[in-house]
């Protein structure tokens, strides 16, 4: 059967004038599988369906793609599995979250570094901002860094976990400062770190642009700046960036969310994902279903993720070597 | 009284076309053992990338209500409730089922959970915000008072003795410490891949409950090869109905149970059932009789765990926070059409949102009509013969575990523990209070490290565990529960006698 699936596909490749010579001509030829590492309904879960809705299309892939969740443990168990199970034959994807799988293979006991995987392309970037509540005497990053001053190690923020983006953002802001935070992990990931701020139980937290400019949006936050190299100027004009307000403070805490495969797919396979994802993730529904949810959108090929994740891998095993 | 207004769009052809469908389709995806509400909801979200924004939330609410309800039919004719918020309907209601009342059972059930679903909507409409403080209300050191709360419960569930209550308890705590830790990303007790994930509640409560009884059918199914697994008696609609009514402290726990347990974050369906199973035990005058097929045992779980729906949506619907996975669910399903939920939403879509809330309503009452027509259809199942219904049983329960991440890891699982459970089952053990402490050990411990790194930079731990008026009520009531479980403990001894205790011994063997 095998081998009359090859013939055919070899066939076929000839025909149609693409000569692949292993076989992987007529890829994909049955549905693909996409692993989420977060829960049903997170964010990462509710943009990767949003971005594959568009797979089975005949000018993307012309098969859809299931998305199946493996949550916990910040990632690891997804990952892990990813790196350790999941079959390399281009018919399993995965969802990428950095800085966070980075930061986790640095910090160890995991089976997976970035060079576990195959990039494909990367959909989104979605930057750490620092929320506090409401009604929060605070109103400026300068505030919060004074009163961490005057109570070292009494400053209660939360984030959605350790060794992710927000914790990432942390360490940084708590560098940058040179004050002692106390940064609390949620175990129920960013929406849960939310609840904490709103609630009052911690004194502000780190979480995410698009989650935060909803809360915002329901007048339950304030929002007092932005992880990254630029403001964002379609959902948050008005907030400055930690450099703005005199922290030095890169974009390394960025989410970014993509496409990757596990390292040993065979080649001809990621080149045409490669070359079709990208496509996929401009289409318009896509953009528009994303940009009515809040997400920011951030496409970059291949190329550009292989120079991102070396990037960061630097910068990370660089901040991370001072814990 | 906004939400009349709206009432009439869920009446239009194609709304209601879509609450039926989901309705009778979350039925029967809820009574499949494995496929949670959640996963339901889940499944059900690309259907609504092409539907209007409030089809789309009609077709996840009415699947969201009759999921919860349909996992009472798997509860309660084969002991495999379809999701952690049916454990507590398999105490009686099967019980109910071996002794020919399987009927009765499953109409008890459904008009429960439609009370109980009806009043949780209710107080959605009604009290939403007030109900938002009163989420808001409960940070990591009230979690962790509520999971201990649920720790008490354990030694009194459905076991022989107390004893082993607890000890059954304790393995489904040490259960809950396998795989990565939540908070810490700790390793812990992985020895083999398919747990690195740590064990996932689904297959494992499919394992526990299902297994041993799909071993104990095939054994018997070598005796007589003709024999039915339980009889089913007819039961007219009208005299459940009665019953119902006339258990008014049973659905009156369960109800308010459920809706204060629902509206806490992070805590949801899960405990709702067996919180409310215990105190109206606790309350009932013939609690002795909880156990045995005693028909308040199922109202009370069975409303508590459908009360929990509407309330759980209100931190969703004003805060904006998930409460629950299923509400994360169903924040996505809103996002995907650019609608945001808060304050704002009942004034900016107030069509999206009132039509949602009634189709609940609405819901609720479909899935009340069809539930009591599938009690009726209850008797063919159980004509069945015992060899071949422990084969289906078997390919559902392999199927229910594979299904929640695809994974035949969780099948591994699920085996290993059904396998373990058979014959702790021999020995008085039973499921209900060691899958109680596999779903309260990781929430009392995530809570416990939360609070206390919060304490640690600011009040103290022991300030922050034992200040303030809502810990001080939960610490009070688990005092409470610990003292009555003892005292009735003590009672039961002094007038058991040796021979009593050896025929309850075997009665259960």
Known sequence: ?323 | MEFLYYMGDVFTPINFGLLLLGTIGGLILGATPGLSPTMAVALLIPFTFQLEPQQGLILLGAAYTSTVAGGAVSAILLKIPGAPANIATTLDGHTMAMKGEGAKALQLSFIASAIGGVFGVLLLIFLTPVLAQWALAFGPSHLFWLAILGVTVIGTLDSSSVVKGLLSGCIGLWLATIGFDDIMGAQRFIFHPAVSGGINVIPALIGLFAIPQVITMFTKGRCSDDAEIISVQKHPIRLAFVEVFKRKTALAIGTITGSIIGLIPGVGGQIAGLVAYDQSKKFSKESEKFGTGHSEGVIAAESANNAMVGPSLVPLLTLSIPGSPTAAVLLGGLLIHGIFPGPDLFMNYPQVAWTFIDSMLIGQVLMCIFGLYIAGLAASVARVPHAVMAAIVLGLAVFGSYSVQNSIGDVYVMATLGLAMYFLERFGFSAAPLVLGLILGPIAEANFIQGSMIANATVGTGTYFFTGWLNWLLILIVLASITYSVWMEIMARRYTTKDDAVAKEEALS
């Open chain 1, 1 to 323: 059967m095998k081998k009359w699936i090859a013939g055919a596909a070899l066939a076929l490749a000839t025909m149609t004038g693409t000569a692949f010579a292993d076989g992987h001509g007529d890829y994909p030829e049955r549905p693909i599988m996409m692993m989420v590492s977060y829960g049903a309904g997170g964010a990462t879960d509710f943009q990767a369906r949003i971005v594959t809705m568009t797979a089975g299309n005949e000018d993307a892939l012309g098969m859809p793609i299931a998305i199946v969740n493996r949550p916990g443990a910040g990632g690891r168990v997804g990952w892990n599995w990813f790196a350790t199970e999941a079959e390399a034959d281009g018919y399993t994807l995965g969802a990428y979250n950095i800085p966070h799988f980075v930061a986790q293979s640095i910090e160890g006991g995991v089976s997976y570094s970035s060079e576990s995987f195959e990039p494909i392309a990367n959909w989104g970037a979605d930057p750490a901002v620092f929320v506090v509540g409401a009604d929060s005497e605070f109103n400026s990053m300068e505030d919060v860094v004074n009163y961490a001053k005057e109570n070292p190690g009494g400053l209660t923020f939360s984030g959605a976990g350790l060794f992710v983006g927000h914790h990432i953002a942390a360490l940084q802001l708590e560098k940058a400062a040179g004050v002692k935070l106390a940064y609390i992990p949620n175990n129920a990931g960013g929406a849960g770190a939310m609840r904490a701020v709103i609630a009052g139980e911690v004194l502000g937290g780190v979480n995410n642009l698009s989650d935060a400019f909803r809360a915002q949006a329901a007048g339950n936050v304030k929002i007092l700046g932005v992880f990254d190299l630029e403001r964002n100027t379609e959902f948050l004009p008005d907030v400055p960036t930690m450099m703005e307000q005199g922290f030095d403070i890169d974009n390394a805490s960025v989410n970014f969310r993509g496409v990757m495969v596990p390292k040993g797919t065979p080649q001809p396979i990621i080149d045409k994902l490669a070359a079709t994802v990208p496509a996929m993730f401009e289409n318009s529904r896509v953009q528009s279903r994303m940009a009515a949810g809040g997400s920011p959108m951030h496409i970059m090929t291949r190329d550009e993720v292989i120079a991102m994740w070396a990037a960061r891998q630097e910068t990370l095993e660089e901040l991370l070597s001072g814990l």
